[in-house]
């Protein structure tokens, strides 16, 4: 059995299907009735976003028809390429390969191994403590000292954020949740708040967009965006409550946190593109950049989801 064979999942892609189809029809509508360059520009952005979402979502589509071990096997290889991204940000050297194969060759599949298997006492702490530990000592082993800190950072961080906390949002399919449903809707209600919290940021802030809230980090986010996204992503979020462990209010509540740590995460990794000098982590994904700028973020807000999930239910 799949989460396919929950009636309310099939519900719910129908629902982001058509959607999709709508948002579509619209983007090349708009694109023949926008007259300025300005509107131009933004139009064949929209459009480049919708074609990045179709691929998007029929992944999850596809890893949700494979059940879980195709939904963990989806995110490992997600992390695996939003890693690659991060890495690549500072120049390595030689004496680091052989710590940069054990994070993508034995780290990363470790962790996503241990989520399939429900560990939770191992997964949760395999990278922030053991492999936190592992890394300065292969690196300081190789005897190489320039730059250090900077280097060993550099791959402890992208293992946190890349493999770390993104693999919690499969490891929501293995909760033991006191419910009926299948738990691929609480996987669903994360991706789809999180992600439609960044879309509506961006349609907010490019309708009602004023005044910046970090200029110098990301000038498109502005509080007008960031007020009319948020809001409008946790109504979303409560609408669902129909289809989560959640009565509406603790729906609302759980919505407006995880859109809350979402855009920290965003925020925080446009931080890091800006001190490196760079416009997006990748070119992957038309319209999005790279795999980790359209992920960023759920690195905040899946561990944040799974624990208050888990507390609470």
Known sequence: MTALDDPDVLR????????????????????????????RATVANINDRMRGWWMMSALFALALLTGGIGSVVMFALVSFLALREFVTLVASRRSDHRTLVAAFFLFTP???????????????????????????????IAGDTERFLERTATIQWGLMACVYCLSYAPALLFLDVDWDSENALLLFFLVVVVQLSDVLQYVWGKT??????????????????????????????????????????????????????????????????????????GTLIPGHGGVLDRIDSLTFAAPLFFHLTRFFY
């Not at 129908?14 to 509107?39: E, K, M």
């Not at 560990?119 to 300081?140: D, E, H, K, N």
């Not at 859109?259 to 995460?265: H, V």
Request: net charge positive; charged share 10%.
């Open 12 to 39: 719910l892609l129908l629902i982001v299907l058509g959607l999709l189809v709508v948002g579509s029809v619209a983007g090349q509508a708009l694109r023949g009735a926008v007259r300025t360059d300005a509107g």
């Open 110 to 140: 470790a962790q996503y191994a241990l989520v399939a298997a429900h560990w939770y006492g191992l997964f949760a702490i395999l990278i922030p403590v053991y492999v936190f530990l592992l890394v300065p000592t292969s690196m300081v």
């Open 208 to 281: 009602l967009g004023r005044r910046p809230i970090a200029p110098r980090v990301s000038p498109n986010k502005t509080w007008e965006g960031f007020a009319g996204g948020v809001l409008s992503a946790t109504a979303v979020g409560t609408a669902l409550w129909w289809a989560t462990p959640f009565p509406p209010a603790a729906a609302a509540a759980l919505a407006f946190a995880i859109c809350i740590a979402g855009f920290a995460g965003g925020l925080t990794m446009a931080a890091i593109k800006r001190d490196r000098g760079v416009k997006d982590y």
